[in-house]
């Protein structure tokens, strides 16, 4: 996972993590893969519809965003999932070090 943290804005999870989403196409379970623990605890992931994008939502942060607009491909599975599972990975031997699975709360307005 290449990444280039100087394009993204401040205050984005983009500007501090590794971070890639993927879809899968038969369940449509939405999966993030990161690259470093999380230090505060994340309560839910919350997708703006109307602006395409995502918060990520901490107990003691409050509202994080992503920090880019969801690709379209991934669109479709963000207005109909429930929950997405986060996996945390090394990135260099590319094996999964911790999980879990956060609610996904979709804002239509």
Do not use: C, W
């Amino acid at each position: 996972m290449k990444h280039d943290f100087s394009k993204y804005s401040d205050n984005t999870m983009l500007a501090e993590f590794v971070m890639d989403i993927y879809a899968h196409q038969d369940t449509g379970e939405i999966t993030i893969l990161y690259d470093m623990e999380f230090d505060k605890q994340l309560l839910y992931l919350e997708y703006m519809s109307k602006t395409k994008t995502l918060d990520f939502i901490f107990k003691e942060l409050g509202a994080i965003p992503f920090g880019d607009e969801i690709k379209s491909v991934l669109i479709p599975y963000f207005e109909k999932a429930k929950d997405v599972t986060l996996l945390h990975m090394d990135i260099k031997t590319n094996e999964a070090v911790s999980g879990m699975t956060v609610p996904l709360r979709v804002n239509k307005t």
